[in-house]
């Protein structure tokens, strides 16, 4: 398992990258995923931290169920495979640059 996931978290950002090389489209498309995500992710864990305090409950078993929420485990993987994404396309973008002091 450790294996297949290592190889998912380099292989997916890797196509990803050239996907957008190929299909400008796609960029903007995994640009508008990332906002997305980025939006559910928070607003899911906004809520479930607001919930705790609220109901001034603070065990770790109550913070942790926001970890059984599929759509915060999704937009999460999402967010981590966009990142890495993002780290490859600025890589690419700094070599084609010339070096500057």
């Not at 297949?4 to 400008?24: E, R």
């Not at 995923?33 to 607003?43: N, P, Q, Y």
């Amino acid at each position: 398992m450790t294996i297949f996931m290592l190889t998912a978290t380099i292989g997916i950002p890797s196509l990803m990258a050239y996907l957008q090389h190929k299909w400008a489209s796609f960029r903007l498309l995994f640009n508008i995923l990332g906002v997305l995500a980025a939006i559910l992710f928070s607003t899911i864990a906004a809520t479930a931290i607001t919930n705790i305090i609220l109901e001034d409950v603070v065990f770790m078993t109550t913070i942790h169920a926001v970890f059984l929420n599929p759509v915060f485990l999704i937009t999460g993987a999402y967010l981590g495979l966009y990142l890495i994404y993002r780290f490859i396309m600025m890589t690419i973008h700094e070599r084609d640059r010339p070096p500057s002091l």
